[in-house]
């Protein structure tokens, strides 16, 4: 993954971690998690349903709000993997840098910045349902979210009215909003060869071993729930 190290510390090189905001507006962080698979694969998850979650039902990235006991905002975003899909980045990850921050654009979304984070796994490496917040995690292949047919448009039905959103459909899903800015703006900075590059050089290197012999499955690939 050293392609992508490379690029993201010449992308968002800000070595002065934010702090935590005391005002309105509060910290988050997401992961955008990589696993070396021969077609490079992003982990994401699908929200639970629920009143108190105003993201509820949405497929995203996993993630949170800082905590006080957070050293920094990279450790959010290694923490909220954890809770949520079982994911030591820690122990199992390679931290590759960081995305620039979004923030909801809706006033009746809570006001919030939020840091993604690029990690890169081992081709073995699983994820699972590991919190009631989660309903169902996904590994989608790099190619599939690059396929002209996955961009679309979505109606969101907001209280001024419906209005149309560009979104990625996936797994028989629909990827919008922050997230799908998120994405975007990774497959933006990171071509088709660089990643094929990336996977090629580093799948044996980290761990969690080697991949299988046979190739990834074409399509978006649910992990079996805990």
């Excluded at 980045?89 to 931290?95: A, E, F, I, N, S």
């Excluded at 990827?175 to 990643?195: A, D, M, S």
Aim: proline share 9%; charged share 25%.
């Amino acid at each position: 993954f050293w392609v992508l190290s490379e690029a993201l510390a010449s992308y968002a090189s800000d070595a002065q971690d934010p702090p935590i905001q005391e005002g309105d507006r509060l910290q988050a962080a997401v992961s955008l998690v990589l696993r070396a698979r021969p077609n490079l694969e992003v982990l994401l998850i699908k929200r639970a349903k629920s009143e108190r979650d105003p993201w509820s039902g949405h497929m995203a990235l996993p993630g949170g709000r800082r905590d006080y006991d957070d050293m920094d905002i990279v450790d959010t975003a290694m923490r909220e993997a954890m809770e949520e899909v079982g994911l030591d980045l820690k122990l199992l990850g390679r931290t590759l840098g960081r995305l620039d921050d979004v923030a909801p654009s809706s006033p009746h979304l809570p006001t919030l910045t939020i840091t993604p984070f690029v990690f890169g796994i081992g081709a073995l490496a699983t994820a699972h349902v590991a919190s009631y917040e989660v309903a169902e995690v996904f590994w989608v292949p790099i190619d599939e979210l690059r396929d002209p047919v996955a961009l679309s448009t979505v109606e969101i039905l907001l209280p001024s009215g419906p209005r149309d959103f560009p979104c990625y459909r996936i797994a028989g899903e629909v990827v919008w909003g922050l997230t799908f800015r998120i994405i975007t703006q990774f497959l933006e900075i990171y071509p088709h060869l660089e990643l094929e590059k990336t996977a090629a050089a580093t799948r044996s290197t980290l761990k969690g071993g080697n991949p299988p012999d046979h190739q990834s499955p074409p399509a978006a690939e649910k992990e079996p729930r805990a």
